[in-house]
């Protein structure tokens, strides 16, 4: 019963922390918008289909590639860094444009997620969403990744972010994301918050 009742606290918590961050964010999005647009041809904001409680949807999430780059990717597949898991990224990456780049270091790409808080897709706070690609490679344990709903942030994600690394262990992502499965808590999901923002105003990296 008390787990249900804070599970429906994460949700009003999730919509107006959400609805908050579109009013007073509009202005970012405006400009942001802008920029994309004069940097490279193509809609600012684009949709992805990701997994999230064992469902597709549809993630909102500015455009930081070239129109047409996921269809390059196979030609791509030999630059791939990773070798832990059923993923694809590299070094310098030819596809993203020089805006884009802006964008993911700053992790400004993702403000449009908020679209997806606000509508119940997504969560402030959850596992990373993944490709169904990625997804179909999963084995039984890897699951755990996607049984809850998915999230802007996440144990992942700001554990990445705490040991600069470009990326975990597809291990270690599975192993964050299963404690945070046994162990969630309206506490729990507040300190991830708190380290998420502190992450954003101290880490000089992304600026």
């Given amino acids: 019963m008390q787990k249900n009742f804070s599970k429906k606290i994460k949700r009003a918590v999730d919509f107006l922390g959400s609805f908050l961050g579109l009013v007073f964010l509009s202005p970012v999005f405006l400009v942001i918008s802008i920029l994309i647009l004069l940097d490279s041809k193509g809609a600012p904001i684009i949709r992805l289909k990701r997994i999230s409680q064992s469902r597709e949807f549809l993630m909102w999430k500015f455009r930081t590639m070239f ?5 390059h990717k196979n030609e791509l597949a030999q630059n791939n860094i990773r ?4 993923f694809f990224k590299m070094e310098n990456d030819p596809r993203v444009t020089k805006f884009g780049k802006i964008l993911r270091k700053t992790r400004l790409d993702e403000l449009p997620q908020l679209l997806n808080v606000l509508k119940g897709d997504m969560s402030l706070v959850g596992p990373r969403p993944h490709e169904p690609e990625e997804v179909a490679h999963f084995n039984e344990e890897s699951k755990i990744l996607i049984k809850n709903k998915a999230g802007i942030t996440g144990m992942a994600q700001v554990t990445g972010a705490e040991q600069k690394k470009p990326f975990l262990p597809f291990s270690e992502e599975v192993r964050l994301e299963k404690y945070y499965s046994d162990n969630w808590s309206l506490g729990l999901d507040f300190k991830i918050i708190l380290k998420t923002i502190k992450i954003l105003l101290t880490d000089k990296s992304a600026w």
Avoid at 67 to 71: D, E, I, P, S, T
């Fill in 83 to 86: 070798s832990d898991g059923p």
């Fill in 67 to 71: 129109v047409g780059a996921q269809n």
